[in-house]
């Protein structure tokens, strides 16, 4: 049993006769939570402090069992004996974990306990679909669920800190870091954004941490990493202020509104400025402006980076660069915890600016109850119950489910009857793949435990009369990572697919299996070519000779260019990187078990020359009219400006069909609202869901807008002949945007509205006019 250390069994005596005097609390540093009492606590403990045990509070570690960037020959035994580490990360295990923070309870003076963060990206050992998959289900309940699912485990395995939501706005698909977002929409990453820092900080009160299973949620990468220049990772960003107030700004925002405690620097340099030193990002805004009162940890060695960048001459300059900013805690670098007292010394920096840091970091600790116990996240009991329970399994089943997108079904193809008896030819190099299905940042979760496509479909088909043949056709190009190079399939690629066309040939229907290997998506993992890697579409157009129907089934993290798949075969299934269930959902959407209802939240382009491509663009003074081409207009001369599947596109089996649309006014003014309604009818053969879509332009404006943005949507769950009535509420703020002064304003004047199916359903547009 943990036996609190004196003084701070003192400060808390003290706290209680604080909460009973009206005394102001007096330091520069602000509380996240507002409490005077965990003020006072704070404040007692920071001046019991010397500055050395200060700066230790404000350095990070990785611990060795899952490395998550370029391994660092790092002082951290050293820096553990002194007392001088205030966490580290990706570090798991109720009992192994209880031992480090014996081991730092040894060596700390006051007994401040360790904070153990990590990647909890997409579940912790029950691995669900990836962000950018789940994204797809447009289900933000789901996501909470899946978020918390997630903190559940973590929290019982010794993490009381995620690095996670990522939600950078993400255009690029040549970027590997798209997998970890929620596409490039800004209204529904925002919400998705809210979703995942609620399900990660807990459902009920987002300001109190204080219960086991609760985790500090962290906001990264602030700011604009998700436009990292031609898609490379780390690379610059110049991007307006307007982009950032329109765009990337939002989700964060948005998360900070939410409760969200921490954030994250973003590597790259924003106009001019790396992110990590950046004073008018982390000072004029987030604090100042928006009133971010969490702690603000570095991304992997970010300050060392700024000497990289040209921003810093020297590690010690990069210390002074980035506490100046506002920055909290260095995770890796070692540059706070070996230069901050010597500028200190120096007069560089105060120690006040160093108080007002620690503060920060120790009202976490005491706001996740560490002071009051610092085992109390290390639950083994707890551990066998939640990780991988029966719950959470299901829950990865439900969400990989409705993360699958059907792109493509031609002539009905899909679902494959479980009545019909038919040969069905299994080929491509996923049938069988097991280790890539849970995707990057799987931190956890057991790669050899994942099902396979072909276990899923076996299961699924046993008592039916569907026969299975197999040939893999092609093997799946890997990455080399210590090169970052991708390496060449070896297979002797005439033998595989003479194999594969001949097991087509005596089959009924040809269902493929082809993607992308883990690692070629991710941090770091930035493609050029984003077509399938390897020969894969060589293999399938020798399958397209056999003249049999062909569904294609991919498992990726980013969108591809298909542009030769979308036209050659039948049916496209978008798997993404499903979990821990993988072949059971791709299995029941194949079957018809699960109709899809999943929807595309970032474009696929038909090549990688549009890139960037969404559909919230704004538009040229130029536009082009693909029904009256002419010359001198925006297009390109080789390719159309459309994308292959759009924003917003995904098929079900079903159909549905939006009737009696009827807003209730042309027009309104300020504090007024317009009501649009709409039955929905699912019209086909059996029960589905919709993702009915909300756009809207602003037709003429101060600032020129995009095309269409959108700005509200529902999921409506029917069974076959169902209607359903939805409604949505149009007011002033759904049509306002930041002026050029950066005040949210809406003007007078006309507005397109659209209710659809997807971004470029044209269908259903309106006008209305505010006043
Ligand atoms: C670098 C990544 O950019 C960041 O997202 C992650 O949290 C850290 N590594 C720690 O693993």
Redesign the pocket.
């Known amino acids: 049993m943990y036996k609190m250390n004196k003084l701070i069994g003192l400060s808390i005596i003290l706290s209680l006769v604080f909460a009973c005097s009206t005394e102001k609390h007096s330091s520069q540093w602000q509380s996240y939570s507002g409490d005077p009492v965990i003020e006072y606590k704070v404040d007692s403990v920071l001046s019991l402090m010397t500055l050395d045990e200060k700066i230790g509070q404000m350095n990070q570690y990785?611990g060795n069992f899952a490395s998550?960037?370029a391994v660092s020959d790092n002082q951290s035994g050293k820096y553990l004996k002194k007392g001088m580490i205030g966490s580290t990360?990706?570090v798991f295990g109720a009992d192994h974990l209880r031992m480090l923070q014996e081991q730092n309870l040894k060596y700390s003076r006051l007994k401040i306990p360790m904070l153990f963060a990590a990647?909890v990206i997409h579940g912790l050992e029950t691995t669900f679909p990836i962000p950018l998959a789940e994204a797809c289900s447009w289900d933000l309940e789901l996501m909470e669920q899946t978020a918390r699912a997630a903190a559940e485990e973590a929290t019982a395995s010794g993490v009381a800190w995620n690095?996670a939501p990522?939600i950078d706005i993400a255009r690029d698909p040549r970027w590997g870091r798209v997998m970890e977002g929620a596409g490039e929409d800004v209204f529904l990453a925002t919400q998705v954004a809210r979703a995942r820092v609620r399900g990660f900080q807990g459902i009920s009160n987002y300001r109190d941490l204080s219960k086991p299973n609760t985790m500090m949620a962290c906001a990264?990468?602030f700011v604009g990493y998700g436009a990292a220049q031609g898609g490379r990772d780390y690379h610059s960003v110049d991007v307006s202020e307007q982009s950032l107030y329109d765009t990337y700004f939002p989700p964060f925002e948005a998360a900070i509104d939410e409760g969200v405690t921490s954030f994250?620097t973003a590597?790259n340099d924003l106009n001019g400025v790396p992110c990590t030193a950046n004073n008018y990002l982390y000072k004029d805004v987030l604090r100042d402006a928006w009133g971010f009162k969490g702690m603000v940890v570095t991304?992997?060695t970010a300050i060392m980076e700024l000497m990289h960048h040209g921003f810093a001459r020297d590690l010690k300059q990069g210390a002074q660069l980035s506490l100046d900013a506002g920055i909290d805690m260095d995770?890796i670098s070692e540059a706070f915890v070996t230069h901050l007292k010597e500028l200190v010394e120096e007069g560089k920096v105060s120690e006040k600016q160093i108080d007002v840091a620690v503060s920060r970091i120790l009202e976490m600790k005491f706001l996740l109850g560490l002071f009051d116990d610092p085992y109390r996240y290390f639950d083994a009991e707890r551990q066998k119950q939640v990780v991988m329970s029966e719950a959470n399994q299901s829950l990865a089943l439900l969400a990989a489910q409705q993360s699958i997108v059907l792109l493509k079904n031609e002539g009905k193809v899909l679902p494959l009857s479980t009545e019909i008896a038919k040969k069905v030819a299994l080929i491509g190099p996923f049938v069988d793949e097991r280790e890539s299905l849970n995707g990057e940042w799987a931190i956890k979760g057991d790669r050899s435990q994942s099902v396979t496509l072909r276990e899923g479909l076996e299961a699924r088909y046993k008592d039916s009369k569907v026969q299975f043949a197999y040939a893999e056709g092609t093997e799946l190009p890997l990455l080399d990572r210590s090169t970052m190079k991708a390496e060449k399939d070896n297979q002797d690629a005439e033998r595989g697919f003479a194999e594969a066309v001949k097991v087509a040939k005596a089959s009924d229907i040809i269902l493929v299996a082809m993607g992308e290997n883990f690692h070629w998506s991710g941090?770091a993992a930035c493609r050029t070519d984003i077509t399938l890697p390897g020969n894969q579409r060589e293999l399938l157009k020798a399958l397209k000779q056999t003249g049999k129907p062909i569904i294609l089934v991919l498992f990726n993290g980013r969108p591809l260019d298909l542009s030769w798949e979308a036209e050659h075969v039948d049916a496209i299934v978008e798997a993404w990187y499903p979990g821990l269930m993988a072949g059971h959902a791709v299995a029941d959407v194949l079957s018809g078990k699960v109709n899809p209802s999943a929807k595309l939240v970032m474009t696929f382009p038909r090549n990688v020359g549009q890139i960037p491509i969404y559909y919230n663009a704004k538009n040229t003074g130029r536009p082009f009219d693909a029904k009256a081409p002419s010359d001198y207009k925006s297009s390109y001369i080789d390719v159309d400006n459309t994308p292959l599947y759009p924003f917003g596109h995904g098929l079900s089996y079903t159909s549905f069909e939006y009737t009696n649309i009827m807003l209730n006014a042309e027009s309104f003014g300020k504090g007024e609202a317009v009501k649009l309604k709409a039955d929905i009818v699912n019209s086909g053969d059996c029960d589905g869901a919709e993702i009915v879509q909300l756009y809207i332009r602003d037709r003429v404006a101060s600032l020129t807008r995009p095309v269409k943005e959108l700005k509200d949507f529902r999921k409506v769950v029917l069974r076959k002949g169902e209607t359903k009535t939805i409604e949505f509420t149009i007011d002033e703020a759904m049509l306002s945007f930041r002026d050029k002064n950066r005040k949210q304003i809406t003007e007078p004047g006309e507005f397109d509205i659209w209710l659809g199916a997807s971004s470029d359903d044209e269908s259903n547009r309106f006008v209305i006019s505010f006043k």
């Open positions: 990785s998550t960037g990360f990706n990647d690095f990522m990264k990468h994250m590597f991304d992997y995770m941090e």
